[in-house]
């Protein structure tokens, strides 16, 4: 309140209650004197001094605040020195008002809570706090965290020691800035020689600028374009390893450390300090912390102390039981009988014994290794044999042709007689463990439909998964990919009406129903093996393009594509594209089978800068494009029978065959494939192969024929020689 304000009120009830009504709103009560005893020389206005905002400014000091009695006796002790202390008052120094310092308490700005340092640890480095206060201040970090990580054990992998600070920056250029400045700090004022994983250099970077604009031209002369989900430059995190800073290391009692020491050398005395600093995106994104202190809280369940030495136990054998010569034959057969039983978990088990051979029984040795349950141990040699057999099984179905494989498979899922497969198999299944015998009868159903078995539907199959799971039984990979892979089954039908071109919905609706409980138990769907079959489920399964929906009746087949609505096709392409972008933000690694799958997919919908942009990312990925990518590039275009596609092709690729590392140079085969596509797009190659034609056309035609000619010749001198090593006479 104005000090003005206060000298302009001149009666002293006034001031009272002025006073009275401020310091109220703050939350401390003034007790009003009482009105009978005041007397008339007091109730007289006292002199206006200077010394008058001395006497009240105690009223909103931290003293009145802190202690409210204080302020509830204020009145009190002002009316009692008005007697007696003027004498004294004239007898001080006069301090004029506006020399006198005030108490006031600045209201804290909002951005002041993310710039508040953390507490320090236990024992900290001197050299902590100077660095919380530099990473604050000079280079501006928010949301300061201190994690004190030195009592892991054992110790995490950047060191033992370890304190790590996180911080967030407010832009990638921030953070760059920032960790650059932050070393080259620590390197002048502390002479250490700090590591920041994640930086670069001003030079570095302009480096990797210029090698990506490089790499950009090559692969635009390519016929490609380059994308990259992560070009290397911004990673929006960086890790600055300090190095050890001298003190900071928590003490340990010399026998405990001894006694838990493990390993050679000496150990480092110091502290090691982290500063991992990161963009808010990445911090929320990453949660290392959350990481960090999981790490901590199980430590401190798993070493409440350090570790105590324990005698040696001996080993325990299941199964089978070792006796020494000590043993009498009542504790024999006590322990025979407390042994636990052999558990039928398809295991193979092992047990070593570390007692001397010159220990054992010589009185016999019968009694060195007895079973401990023989019918439990026969029914497990009885599940292992038929766990042999019924792999054999599946290989014979396997290397049948299909009719007579779907004859062996019987009737459907009910029938387990009609044939000698079903009655062996389902003999086998019955003398096998329960999972084991699920997971049987699963692929079972898998191969029936994959056969296309019009009596096993795949609704039985996920009606039989779902048992599989409720029983809590093991659920391997395979077992999920090979499910998928019969539930995803689907052969087109173009002559149908309407033409059954694409995966039913019920269908896809159990498949991804599938991949969800798979989740759920903890197999991991972001995966080449989950996404590119769901990708080409979702697809079409022959060559197809778009048309308006009235005109969808009267359209024909043009250049084997079957006409479909340009509803229903771009509803696929928003489906592929955003599988396709859930591929490159989960950095999947696709391999040469995933990437020839796209490329047949963008053909045959159509989607030729799809195409080529897929065929240009095969390089990025590191996989060489080999004798088969150019085999089933040539044979895709020889498919589709358009002559223009196909000289475009043979104009750009062939030269591209040549400039890979390593080159692919003509064979046989791939001659032959190469020839069709030049007598496609140049009819009259044959009568015109010297005239007015490209010299590479020209040349490659050459190519082939003498590649094909030499694999006759070659042939023909294998026949020769047959012929003659079939007529000499047998030694």
Not at 434 to 442: D, R
Not at 498 to 506: I, Q, S
Request: charged share 25%; proline share 7%; glycine share 6%.
């Amino acid at each position: 309140m104005s000090r003005v304000l206060l000298r302009g009120i001149q009666c002293h009830a006034c001031r009272q209650n002025v006073i009275r009504s401020f310091v109220s709103a703050s939350g401390v009560t003034i007790t009003p004197p009482a009105i009978g005893s005041v007397s008339p020389s007091k109730a007289h206005p006292p002199h206006l001094s200077g010394s008058f905002p001395t006497r009240h400014v105690k009223l909103f000091s931290s003293q009145a605040k802190d202690d409210p009695s204080l302020a509830a006796d204020a009145v009190s002790e002002n009316s009692a020195a008005q007697e007696g202390s003027y004498p004294q008052e004239n007898s001080e120094q006069h301090v004029p008002w506006y020399l006198q310092e005030e108490v006031q308490e600045m209201a804290l700005h909002p951005m002041r809570q993310q710039q508040e340092l953390p507490p320090l640890p236990e024992n900290p480095p001197p050299i902590l706090k100077v660095l919380l206060e530099y990473i604050s201040v000079d280079i501006g970090l928010d949301n300061l965290n201190l994690l004190d990580l030195r009592t892991l054990d054992p110790p995490p992998a950047l060191g033992a020691n370890l304190i790590m600070i996180f911080g967030t920056a407010r832009s990638v250029k921030h953070l760059n800035v920032s960790a650059d400045k932050f070393c080259r700090w620590l390197r002048t004022t502390y002479k250490l020689r700090p590591d920041a994983d994640g930086l670069l250099g001003r030079n570095e970077l302009k480096i990797k600028l210029r090698r990506k604009a490089r790499r950009a031209r090559l692969i635009k002369r390519a016929g490609s374009t380059l994308k990259q989900p992560d070009d290397g430059i911004t990673t929006g995190w960086i890790c600055v390893d300090v190095g050890i800073v001298e003190g900071g290391q928590l003490s340990k009692p010399e026998g405990v450390q001894k006694a838990g020491f493990v390993g050679f050398g000496t150990v480092i005395q110091g502290t090691r300090i982290v500063v991992q600093m990161m963009t808010e995106e990445k911090r929320e994104e990453i949660d290392l912390e959350s990481l960090w202190r999981q790490t901590l809280e199980k430590n401190s369940m798993d070493n409440p102390g350090l570790p105590k030495p324990q005698a040696e136990e001996p080993p325990q054998v299941v199964g089978f039981t070792h006796e020494s010569s000590t043993v009498t034959a009542a504790d024999f057969s006590h322990r025979v009988s407390q042994t636990p039983p052999i558990r039928a978990n398809y295991e193979q088990l092992r047990s070593i014994s570390t007692s001397l051979h010159r220990l054992r029984d010589k009185r016999g040795s019968a009694t060195d290794f007895v079973p401990t349950d023989t019918t439990v141990a026969t029914k497990s040699a009885k599940s292992t044999s038929s766990q042999e057999s019924l792999p054999s099984l599946f290989n014979y179905l396997s290397n049948l042709e299909p009719d007579k494989a779907i004859d062996e498979l019987g009737q459907g899922m009910d029938d387990r007689t009609s044939t000698s497969f079903l009655q062996r198999f389902y003999e086998e299944l019955a003398r096998t463990a329960p999972q084991i015998a699920s997971a049987q009868k699963l692929e079972l159903m898998c191969t029936a439909i994959l056969l296309q078995h019009s009596g096993y539907r795949k609704e039985d199959l996920f009606q039989a998964f779902k048992e599989h799971i409720v029983s809590n039984y093991p659920l391997p990979r395979a077992l999920v990919l090979r499910i998928l892979d019969a539930l995803l089954a689907f052969k087109p039908d173009p002559n149908s009406n309407p033409p059954r071109l694409r995966l039913p919905g019920a269908d896809m609706e159990l498949a991804l129903r599938l991949i969800e409980n798979a989740a759920l138990r903890g197999t991991n769907i972001l995966h080449a093996d989950f996404l590119i079959r769901v990708f080409l489920a979702v697809s079409y399964r022959t060559r197809v393009y778009a048309v308006k929906p009235g005109n969808l009746h009267s359209a024909a087949i043009t250049g084997n594509r079957i006409p479909v609505s340009i509803d229903e096709f771009e509803s696929v392409q928003r489906i592929q594209t955003r599988l396709a972008s859930i591929i490159r933000a989960a950095k999947v690694a696709l391999g040469e089978k995933e990437y020839l799958d796209i490329l047949r997919v963008h053909s045959d919908q159509g989607e030729y800068a799809k195409f080529w942009n897929a065929w240009g990312e095969v390089a990025l990925a590191g996989i060489h494009r080999g004798k088969s990518f150019y085999l089933f590039l040539f044979n895709l275009h020889a498919e589709l029978g358009d002559w223009q596609q196909s000289r475009t092709t043979l104009l750009n690729c062939i030269p591209m065959m040549w400039r890979e590392d390593p080159p692919v140079f003509f064979d046989a085969e791939l001659a032959e494939v190469v020839s069709k596509c030049i007598a496609l797009a140049y009819p009259d190659i044959d009568d015109t192969v010297q005239h007015n034609l490209p010299a590479l056309i020209v040349k490659t035609w050459h190519h082939c024929r003498t590649a094909i000619q030499n694999q006759k010749m070659n042939e023909r001198k294998e026949r020769l020689i047959q012929t003659e090593l079939g007529t000499l006479p047998e030694n």
